[in-house]
């Protein structure tokens, strides 16, 4: 046997462990899209309560909460995305993010489910060019039919707009 004969099955074998590498998310709606965050990052998911509102803050800082003697300013998704009136219902709720020892909590419509996605069904987010910014954006899970959009959150967090962690954090 040549040394020949061994390279098409480790190269076969490496494909197949990129399926098999998972990552799961917290699936929630803005809007009628379907969005993603990764798990590790969630510290809760709570029902919507009522606000403190700071004078001078942007519309998508809804206010800030009181969660056991922890200040959390609760940024509202949808109107930081542009995918919604910011309405409130029964099924609104924060879901609050725990990045590098910052309590941030998210304002959603709603929580739909934890997904588990094979690294092989990420696709990476489309080219807009300078349009804005996706920096964000992970990618975009495809499972089940379902197109989720994958969000890092520590990224969009620290951005420019929202500023609520450093990047040396």
């Known amino acids: 046997m040549s040394e020949s004969d061994f390279a098409t099955p480790v190269a076969d074998l490496e494909n197949k462990t990129d399926d098999l590498v998972e990552q799961e998310f917290l699936a929630f709606r803005l809007g009628s899209e379907e969005y993603g965050i990764h798990i590790l990052q969630t510290q809760e998911i709570r029902n919507f309560e009522a606000l403190t509102r700071i004078a001078n803050a942007p519309d998508y800082l809804k206010g800030v909460m009181n969660l056991r003697g922890v200040?959390?300013?609760?940024?509202?998704?949808?109107?930081?995305?542009?995918?919604?009136?910011?309405?409130?219902?029964?099924?609104?709720?924060?879901?609050?993010?725990?990045?590098?020892?910052?309590?941030?909590?998210?304002?959603?419509?709603?929580?739909?489910?934890?997904?588990?996605?094979?690294?092989?069904?990420?696709?990476?987010?489309?080219?807009?060019?300078?349009?804005?910014?996706?920096?964000?954006?992970?990618?975009?899970?495809?499972?089940?039919?379902?197109?989720?959009?994958?969000?890092?959150?520590?990224?969009?967090?620290?951005?420019?707009?929202?500023?609520?962690?450093?990047?040396?954090?």
Do not use: C
């Open 71 to 169: 200040i959390v300013p609760v940024i509202d998704m949808r109107l930081r995305f542009n995918t919604g009136n910011g309405s409130v219902d029964d099924s609104t709720v924060v879901i609050v993010l725990n990045i590098k020892g910052h309590v941030i909590g998210m304002m959603v419509d709603s929580v739909s489910d934890v997904v588990t996605i094979p690294s092989s069904a990420i696709k990476p987010p489309p080219e807009l060019g300078s349009t804005f910014s996706t920096d964000y954006i992970i990618g975009l899970g495809d499972i089940d039919e379902r197109m989720i959009i994958l969000l890092d959150i520590k990224k969009l967090m620290s951005g420019p707009e929202l500023g609520l962690i450093t990047q040396e954090s």
